[in-house]
């Protein structure tokens, strides 16, 4: 069975930082890799997302310039370093998997595969 796990999720002050790692297993993936996030009483939303090969990146307005995306080959695994968090950023924080290329990189349907969740708590 194919699965996603996320990891490094916790509490951390505001202005702090932490780093969530995405690791598959069951099989690679290839195409795109997203981070979303789901606060309380709020709809689930996009963070930031990856293009495998090309490792070209996309960012929610909210994150761009504290938030970045990365990955490791030899891991098949994806990353999201966040910086200068907010409380705002207090979420659930989700890792999806495309499963075919040239997909919308922000809309969560464009994503077959998803994992747990981390829970991650800026505290102010």
């Known amino acids: 069975q194919v699965q996603l796990a996320e990891s490094g999720g916790g509490l951390v002050q505001a202005g702090g930082s932490l780093r969530l790692s995405c690791t598959p297993s069951g099989r690679s993936f290839n195409y795109a890799m997203g981070w979303f996030r789901q606060a309380p009483g709020k709809e689930r939303e996009f963070v930031g997302a990856i293009r495998w090969s090309a490792g070209s990146t996309d960012y929610a307005d909210s994150v761009k310039g504290r938030f970045t995306i990365s990955r490791d080959y030899t891991k098949n695994a994806v990353y999201l370093q966040m910086i200068s968090l907010k409380p705002e950023d207090t979420a659930v924080y989700y890792c999806?998997?495309?499963?075919?290329?040239?997909?919308?990189?922000?809309?969560?349907?464009?994503?077959?595969?998803w994992g747990q969740g981390t829970q991650v708590t800026v505290s102010s």
């Open positions: 999806a998997a495309q499963t075919a290329f040239y997909r919308d990189l922000r809309r969560e349907g464009e994503y077959s595969v």
